[in-house]
């Protein structure tokens, strides 16, 4: 397998959750209901998925936009997505809101949403990773597998490339973090675990 060149991605993660992924998860993680769905909103139109929920199913039937999403995610206890209750509690949540929103397949959007509200264990499923991946079509249980067993593979390099960015801030966002915040950050499971989708999404792209 060819080296990959994870301090690239790794310094790209850093700056995406620098200036969009850190906002929405810290509104998520509060009390305040106005700002956990503009963060839902946000989030929706960055990562592509606003389109799959029709306005029709919450706005114009006199509901908050993505408050049904909201609902959804809210009050999840993290407990409940440890081990062999991954997969079903995220498809649980994934037929609640493709049942609001007039029943398309929704776990792409689903995964999205809650790794913002609870990070890993989560995997965020998508289409370019699916092909990055060669996983069968809609189908978490293969992805996540496949997902997995890639990611561990390449678990030193990503450390090490996480590990490093401290030392750079000045190639991070603006005034955003600390050299301090930056290795507390990058040392994260889940930060490393979001450098290794970005690098799925790009080689997906391909």
């Not at 114009?60 to 409940?80: C, F, Q």
């Not at 049942?99 to 809650?114: A, E, V």
């Not at 370019?128 to 997995?148: C, T, V």
Request: proline share 6%.
């Amino acid at each position: 397998m060819p080296r990959v060149n994870f301090n690239y991605f790794a310094l790209h993660y850093l700056n995406l959750w620098l200036t969009k992924d850190c906002k929405w998860c810290e509104a998520l993680a509060g009390e305040n209901e106005e700002k956990k769905l503009v963060a839902l909103a946000e989030a929706a139109v960055h990562y592509s998925v606003a389109r799959n929920l029709p306005k029709a199913f919450d706005v114009e039937k006199g509901i908050p936009r993505y408050k049904p999403v909201l609902d959804a995610i809210d009050n999840l206890d993290p407990i409940t997505f440890q081990g062999d209750l991954l997969i079903p509690s995220i498809v649980e949540v994934k037929s609640q809101i493709s049942g609001t929103y007039g029943g398309p397949d929704l776990i792409s959007l689903t995964t999205k949403f809650l790794w913002l509200k609870m990070k890993s264990p989560v995997v965020i499923y998508d289409g370019r990773a699916m092909k990055a991946l060669g996983a069968k079509p809609k189908n978490i249980e293969d992805y996540y597998s496949r997902w997995q067993k890639l990611f561990a593979s390449f678990g030193n390099e990503i450390s090490v490339a996480c590990a490093l960015l401290h030392k750079v801030p000045e190639y991070s966002a603006p005034h955003a973090a600390t050299p301090q915040y930056i290795e507390g950050i990058a040392s994260q499971p889940w930060f490393k675990e979001r450098v290794f989708d970005v690098y799925l999404w790009d080689l997906g792209g391909r």
